[in-house]
């Protein structure tokens, strides 16, 4: 397998699509959230997340640098450092933080875009395939690099369909071309 390969289009696929989506979004759309349930971001929220759903976390796991406050991870095998509170991984929808703008959400979402092109070419081949690294979320459980790396891909890619039906509850003309950024 040619981890290098896959992953950059993965990630050239996903941040596009995800682009495209938040095109569709406007800055009076940010403070929207579904009506039934609970628990929800609202559309700045989840705008919010997406710009940091994979690059970042790429670099925490290449880096093992989460950008935590200083003893918020205990020491653990691998990159990834330690332990994350549960109440730091899961916080409810509430206490996330927010966009200002559909703008500043593009421009950061590019920028965790090239983030996480530089980290797969920092890593290299090797390292994709043969360094072991745990997520702080998951400290027993170490995984291949590029493994992880392609989960933070795929973590990008479940916000991004939830985007996607944030937006066809909303009322927006969005169909699975769309989703799939065609």
């Given amino acids: 397998m040619n981890w290098t390969n896959l992953l ?30 609970r628990n929800w ?13 994979c690059g970042f ?3 925490g796991f290449l880096t093992g640098d989460w950008g935590l406050p200083e003893g918020a991870c205990q020491e653990g095998d691998g990159a990834a450092g330690g332990e994350i509170p549960m109440e730091a991984m899961l916080p409810p929808a509430e206490a996330l ?6 703008a500043e959400a593009r421009r950061l979402l590019a920028e965790d875009r090239l983030l996480a092109l530089q980290m797969i070419r920092e890593a290299g081949e090797e390292k994709l395939d043969s360094l072991m690294v745990a997520a702080p979320w998951c400290p027993n459980d170490p995984q291949p690099l590029g493994r992880q790396f392609l989960g933070m891909v795929h973590h990008l890619q479940s916000h991004k369909s939830q985007l996607f039906y944030y937006l066809k509850l909303m009322g ?7 989703l799939w950024g065609m």
Wanted: aromatic share 4%; proline share 3%; charged share 20%.
């Fill in 8 to 37: 950059n289009a993965s990630v050239e696929e996903t941040y596009k699509a995800t682009d495209d989506l938040l095109a569709m979004v406007g800055d009076a759309d940010l403070g929207w959230k579904p009506a039934s349930g």
């Fill in 172 to 178: 927006r003309d969005v169909n699975t071309m769309h």
């Fill in 41 to 53: 971001m609202t559309t700045g929220q989840l705008a919010m997340h997406l710009t940091n759903a």
């Fill in 97 to 102: 933080p927010t966009i200002e703008s559909v």
């Fill in 57 to 59: 976390c790429c670099r």
